[in-house]
């Protein structure tokens, strides 16, 4: 795929080093490359780039120059820019000067090129289809694993990777963010987050439902969490800060606020949890996710990926967030 190259190239002079440097199982080459390849080595900076990959991979494309494992060792030792935290310390020894380039290689890929906004866009839509079956089937559901199964077979039959471990959490069970799903489904709230991969590429969205009928109350907390992350999204655009909208909406949660106990949102791509995060400038292109929670005697969770656009942000998970009774 060889994405962002040229720019790579220029930075990698800039920087005064010999290459920019990840391994087959990171998600910098994934996202480079287009796919991992186990147990192979990269280097960004050369006319072109140069992969050491094992026999045993079928994975040839003339963009790239395929080097021996001992051409490998040699660039090993040259002065490499690298993400640390992708580095062994076993790897480490048989290295020379490294530098540290993660917050380049992280900013490089907030930002979404054209192809990269679909991939995304198409694991989104399965989760609203997803979900929009499990509505339809509910009856046939008796317990959280059910409606996990169901997730994970939906992956199945559709090719689709699982971004992470779906979360099912019913009734009081609700109150544990990353419930671990074991439960009967039972009366009260039921909070849903799933993630689907297609190319390489999440989906994060979570929608909570309410089995039964609520009261009152129930109404007016899901209604504050909902009312939480439409104020976000409104705000959401070019030239803040994911804190800045956090902070907003603890302000907004007033003396709940104790009860809103993770980040408000994240930026999702090859990873489900990428950069931007909170502290990254936001800037046109960047996908990222906007979820309040609230969790006391029951919890409530809404999520959505949202597209950032030059003034304001357009919703990639479009599942309707009308407090649905089941
Ligand atoms: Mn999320």
């Known amino acids: 795929m060889m994405r962002k190259y040229e720019k790579i190239k220029d930075y990698v002079k800039e920087k005064k080093v010999n290459y920019l440097f990840c391994q087959g199982d990171d998600n910098f080459f994934k996202w480079f490359v287009g796919k991992n390849i186990s147990h192979s080595l990269l280097f960004l900076g050369d006319e072109k780039p ?3 990959k094992s026999p045993l991979e079928t994975f040839n494309d003339k963009n790239y120059d395929l080097i021996s494992i001992n051409k490998a060792k040699s660039l090993l030792k040259k002065k490499l820019g690298v993400d640390p935290s992708e580095i062994s310390l ?24 054209p192809d990269e906004l679909n991939f995304i866009r198409k694991a989104c839509s ?6 929009s079956s499990i509505i339809k089937d509910f009856k046939g559901f008796k317990t959280e694993k059910d409606i996990e199964r169901y997730i994970r077979r939906y992956a199945l039959e559709n090719d689709l990777g699982i971004a992470f471990d779906p979360i099912v959490a019913s009734g009081a069970n609700s109150k544990n963010a990353h419930h671990d799903n074991k439960g009967k489904i039972k009366k009260g709230f039921l909070v ?6 297609y190319k390489g590429y999440c989906s994060d969205m979570t929608r909570t439902f309410y089995v039964g009928t609520p009261n009152t109350e129930d109404v007016v907390f899901y209604n504050k969490v909902l009312e939480a992350q439409e104020k976000a999204i409104q705000d959401l655009k070019p030239g803040i800060k994911l804190k800045k909208l956090e902070d907003d909406t603890n302000e907004f949660f007033g003396k709940d606020k104790k009860y809103f ?12 949890h990428e950069e931007p995060f909170k502290q990254e400038i936001l800037e046109k292109n960047m996908v990222v996710t906007i979820e309040p929670g609230l969790y006391k005697k029951q919890g409530v969770r809404i999520e959505d990926v949202m597209l950032i656009g030059d003034k304001k942000s357009t919703f990639l998970t479009k599942t309707t967030k009308k407090l649905l009774l089941l």
Do not use: P, T
Not at 103 to 110: A, E, H, I
Not at 126 to 131: A, S
Not at 192 to 197: A, E, Q, R, S, Y
Not at 261 to 272: A, M, R, W
């Open 192 to 197: 849903i987050d799933l993630g689907f991969v």
């Open 50 to 52: 140069l992969l050491f």
């Open 261 to 272: 106990i993770h980040s408000l949102g994240h930026g999702v791509g090859v990873e489900v």
């Open 126 to 131: 399965h989760g609203d289809k997803c979900i």
């Open 90 to 113: 076993k790897l480490k020894e048989k290295m020379g000067a490294v530098e540290d380039c993660s917050d380049y290689m992280n900013k490089l890929r907030s930002v979404k090129e």
